[in-house]
């Protein structure tokens, strides 16, 4: 069965630090993968997706990039970051478009 | 930019009843319509998902589509307290690799 891994769970980073979440999904080849970031009070917000290696398509500008170095591997970083960058951070992963599936998220306070 | 509306909530239903979350969305050519739970502070999951207008049953979870009138819903019968969560709608953002469109979900409280 497929699964999909974030890490870490929590993160508390002071403003102008750098930022590096990853997420990986096993049991599937080739998935399509997706950022999301759902802030305080706010509904889900679509920041990258990528439909392959090396593939990255931005949603929203932003001081976040993506990449995609492996089939499974998706990564969000950023080279400093903002107040406004805390949230609740999602990676998500599809096969054929039938429903996503969301990792277990990473919480995201800047100081 | 498609857009997908939910009342916020709280919705208060008690236990036994039968819960019903609306969702209403901007795009006639929407194919695909997708409800997600999510209790506090844990990832939405996927509970259903409907192609067709009419009805789509799963367990005590009924989804209902009318494309004609843009408006999708989610029933919840037999409410129980473990129900309790926010639900969402969400749309594809332009078909295929492109993501969901999400509403801001509706926060439903089960009374015991």
């Known amino acids: 069965s497929q699964t999909i891994h974030q890490w870490p769970a929590t993160l508390v980073q002071p403003v102008g630090s750098p930022l590096s979440l990853e997420c990986t999904v096993e049991?599937?080849?080739?998935?399509?993968l997706y950022w999301y970031r759902q802030a305080a009070g706010r509904g889900l917000q679509l920041l990258f997706y990528?439909?392959?290696?090396?593939?990255i398509s931005s949603e929203v500008p932003q001081n976040l990039s993506a990449s995609r170095p492996q089939d499974r591997q998706f990564i969000l970083s950023s080279k400093k970051l903002l107040l406004s960058d805390s949230g609740f951070y999602l990676c998500?992963?599809?096969?054929?478009?039938?429903?996503?599936?969301f990792g277990s998220g990473t919480r995201l306070t800047v100081v | 930019q498609k857009e997908v509306e939910q009342n916020s909530g709280p919705l208060s239903v008690p236990e036994g009843a039968i819960a019903s979350l609306n969702c209403t969305y901007s795009d006639r050519g929407s194919q695909s319509f997708f409800w997600y739970r999510q209790y506090s502070g844990k990832s939405p999951e996927l509970i259903m998902f409907?192609?067709?207008?009419g009805d789509k049953e799963d367990g005590r979870f009924t989804a209902q589509l009318n494309k004609a009138s843009q408006y999708v819903s989610l029933l919840i019968r037999d409410s129980q307290p473990s129900d309790s969560a926010t639900y969402l709608c969400?749309?594809?953002?332009?078909?295929?690799?492109?993501?969901?469109?999400f509403g801001k979900g509706t926060h439903l409280i089960i009374q015991p």
């Open positions: 998500a992963w599809s096969d054929q478009g039938d429903g996503y599936t």
């Open positions: 990528s439909v392959g290696i090396g593939q």
């Open positions: 969400a749309v594809p953002s332009g078909g295929g690799a492109d993501g969901l469109t």
């Open positions: 049991g599937t080849s080739n998935p399509n």
């Open positions: 409907i192609y067709s207008n």
